[in-house]
């Protein structure tokens, strides 16, 4: 299996929480450009933070797609044994 959009989505919650922390010390930054340019740097990476889990996630369901057997088994075999505990044999 490819790995390559795995290194990305770990990235996600680093680019989140720095833009989260940008946006909390924006106001705390003298008015003008510098209030500006942190409000700006935490948007952007809200917004990178975003993509990386969006295209993450996508790529996973790719990847899930290709190879069904490791969705498809488990979820099976979650059915099986869940029908054998709604009926009991008598």
Request: with cysteine.
């Amino acid at each position: 299996m490819r790995m390559g959009m795995a290194r990305w989505i770990r990235l996600w919650p680093a680019a989140a929480s720095g833009g989260g922390l940008g946006m909390l010390l924006a106001p705390v930054a003298e008015a003008g450009p510098a209030r500006r340019l942190a409000a700006g740097a935490g948007g952007l990476a809200l917004l990178v933070g975003c993509a990386l889990q969006r295209f993450g996630t996508f790529e996973a369901g790719v990847a899930s797609a290709k190879d069904p057997k490791y969705v498809v088994v488990p979820q099976r075999e979650g059915l099986e044994a869940a029908d054998g505990e709604r009926h009991p044999p008598t």
